[in-house]
């Protein structure tokens, strides 16, 4: 059944976790590196469980797992045999359980909430090649290229037990339509894909948030469709422009307002980060019905999300 589903059914939002990578950095990762936060899996993982222990403990409903960098042919690289490397992605998902069912057994920490979902993070071809053309998308290769980068991982992420898989930051409709073909090939499996976008209609390539919803909207195994690693401050129009081609649940988890630059790996602009919460409550009003954060955010922001997303609906609301 699907998972993002069974949860809407019940709770009017699903609250995502935010940021991994910097919360790995607080910790004193050094993520300068093209595995990125999956260079963490190799050599501290016992830190990747550890953030997922504090999303959760923060009030997140979801991990997303530390597979977003994660590829068979950026271990090989490293040095790690195809075993090994396939080691590690099922790894990402099985440190992300073990943090969820370590909380869930507290009884305290089930007082109105529904038991955490594990998503495994399906990054785009363009974080493989760890040079910025995930915000771009002009990646020059086919579909079916695509498509044979993406199977692998999606199969050892999906066999690790994952509930729901995250295709996210997909710069391109060619590449989320590649990724969606691949998930065809495992009837039982959801995902969400959520795109990047680089203005307030537009996905990193170009076209149109609008068309790609529209496409999304008849793929039956996309559980929900949205945005994600995109300032702040673009996400109520990419909203609106989503919900006039959609009615899948709609996800929104963006960065905290700041921009990347890839060519210096810095972050350039100002954050909005401290208006977070008031920004996720005009989006869950617009209809976004799964918030979360993404790149500079961490458990703070969940914990002031949290703080109206679990005790700011009515009990009519709060029952449907």
């Given at each position: 059944m699907n998972p993002i589903e069974m949860i809407?059914?019940?709770?009017p939002l699903l609250i995502l976790d935010g940021a991994l990578?910097?919360?790995?950095?607080?910790?004193?990762?050094?993520?300068?590196?093209?595995?990125?936060?999956?260079?963490?899996?190799?050599?501290?993982?016992?830190?990747?469980?550890?953030?997922?222990h504090d999303y959760f403990k923060a009030g997140a409903d979801c991990a997303i797992?530390?597979?977003?960098?994660?590829?068979?042919?950026?271990?090989?690289?490293?040095?790690?045999?195809?075993?090994k490397a396939a080691a590690l992605m099922r790894t990402s998902v099985?440190?992300?359980?073990?943090?969820?069912?370590?909380?869930?057994?507290?009884?305290?920490?089930?007082?109105?909430?529904?038991?955490?979902?594990?998503?495994?993070?399906?990054?785009?071809y363009g974080a493989y090649l760890?040079?910025?053309?995930?915000?771009?998308?002009?990646?020059g290769v086919n579909k079916e290229e695509l498509k044979n980068f993406h199977r692998p991982r999606m199969k050892e992420l999906l066999e690790a037990g994952a509930d729901i898989l995250a295709i996210e930051t997909i710069?391109?409709?060619?590449?989320?339509?590649?990724?969606?073909?691949?998930?065809?090939?495992?009837?039982?499996?959801?995902?969400?894909i959520s795109f990047s976008a680089k203005d307030e209609k537009h996905i990193s390539d170009g076209e149109s948030i609008a068309a790609c919803a529209a496409w999304a909207d008849k793929q039956h195994q996309i559980a929900a469709f949205g945005v994600n690693c995109t300032p702040l401050q673009y996400i109520s129009s990419l909203i609106e422009e989503i919900n006039q081609e959609t009615?899948?649940?709609?996800?929104?988890?963006?960065?905290s307002g700041e921009t990347y630059d890839a060519a210096t790996n810095t972050w350039q602009g100002d954050s909005h980060a401290a208006d977070f919460d008031k920004n996720a409550r005009h989006w869950y009003e617009q209809g976004a019905k799964i918030i979360g954060g993404c790149c500079r955010t961490g458990p703070e922001d969940i914990r002031r999300l949290a703080s109206w997303g679990r005790t700011g609906f009515s009990v009519e609301e709060d029952n449907q």
């Open positions: 809407l059914h019940k709770r990578a910097t919360e790995l950095e607080k910790y004193g990762c050094d993520l300068d590196d093209s595995l990125w936060s999956a260079k963490v899996l190799i050599e501290q993982p016992e830190l990747v469980k550890q953030v997922h797992t530390a597979s977003y960098q994660a590829s068979f042919e950026r271990f090989q690289e490293r040095g790690l045999s195809e075993e099985e440190l992300a359980k073990e943090a969820r069912n370590e909380f869930w057994q507290d009884l305290e920490n089930r007082t109105g909430r529904p038991e955490p979902l594990v998503a495994a993070s399906v990054g785009p760890a040079d910025g053309s995930e915000y771009r998308g002009n990646y710069p391109c409709l060619l590449e989320a339509e590649a990724a969606a073909e691949v998930l065809g090939e495992f009837p039982e499996a959801w995902a969400w009615t899948k649940p709609l996800i929104v988890y963006p960065n």
